[in-house]
């Protein structure tokens, strides 16, 4: 959704690229839990209350913070690595 955002300088339509709504986060005081749940069309109670761990998904190097990291309906394998908060270790 966010990468859909950004316009493209070798495509001509670029400006057709997806418009995100919903409101911008305050860097200075961001929302609890994800900070772009204010912005995402799949955010739930859970984005509300919980920040979301970076996990690798997939067998590639793709990583993700998000509670739903789902590709066009297809939820994808997550590895059970966390990377991010720190804290969240073991």
């Known amino acids: 959704m966010l990468l859909a955002a950004i316009p493209d300088p070798n495509n001509k339509h670029s400006a057709n690229a997806d418009i995100l709504e919903g409101e911008l986060p305050s860097p200075i005081d961001p929302p609890s839990g ?4 204010t912005r995402c069309p799949r955010a739930t109670e859970k984005c509300a ?35 991010w908060p720190p804290d969240s270790q073991e």
Not at 34 to 37: E, G, N, Y
């Open 34 to 37: 994800c900070r772009f749940r």
């Open 49 to 83: 209350t919980e920040e979301p761990k970076f996990r690798q998904i997939g067998n590639d190097d793709h990583w993700v913070a998000c509670h739903f990291p789902h590709l066009d309906g297809e939820e994808l394998e997550i590895n059970d690595e966390i990377l």
